[in-house]
């Protein structure tokens, strides 16, 4: 499996980005996917995640009501609609896939994900 990032960016503040993550190999329909970032000298930091199905997501309140994750199977692609963008926003930005097939629930820790992208910059200026 691998999985390709794109779509990052500068951007100023109260900006939009739309981040595109393009899985090839694998089964892409029947994983769970979820989006992590991580600031210079910082932790990953889970920011959003999507069943197999794309009927349930979920995000931390640091994001919720801003960013919007969804899935095209039929594209093998995840994305992630970034909103009202604040400089704390600014980070790498990584999707990252399941390790279990068909998992019905929301996944949220980074060791429930196996598979991951390289990255993309998001910067956002204030």
């Known amino acids: 499996v691998k999985l390709l990032e794109s779509g990052g960016g500068l951007v100023q503040a109260g900006g939009s980005l739309k981040l595109s993550c393009a899985q090839s190999?694998?089964?892409?329909?029947?994983?769970?996917m979820g989006w992590f970032r991580q600031a210079p000298g910082k932790e990953h930091e889970f920011v959003a995640a999507i069943t197999w199905s794309g009927g349930t997501t979920y995000y931390p309140d640091s994001v919720k009501g801003r960013f919007t994750i969804s899935r095209d199977n039929a594209k093998s692609t995840v994305y992630l609609q970034l909103s009202s963008l604040k400089p704390e926003d600014t980070a790498v930005y990584y999707c990252a896939a399941d390790r279990v097939m068909g998992r019905p629930v929301v996944i949220r820790r980074k060791e429930d994900f196996g598979s991951w992208g390289q990255g993309t910059q998001v910067t956002v200026s204030s």
């Open positions: 190999g694998g089964t892409f329909s029947s994983y769970a």
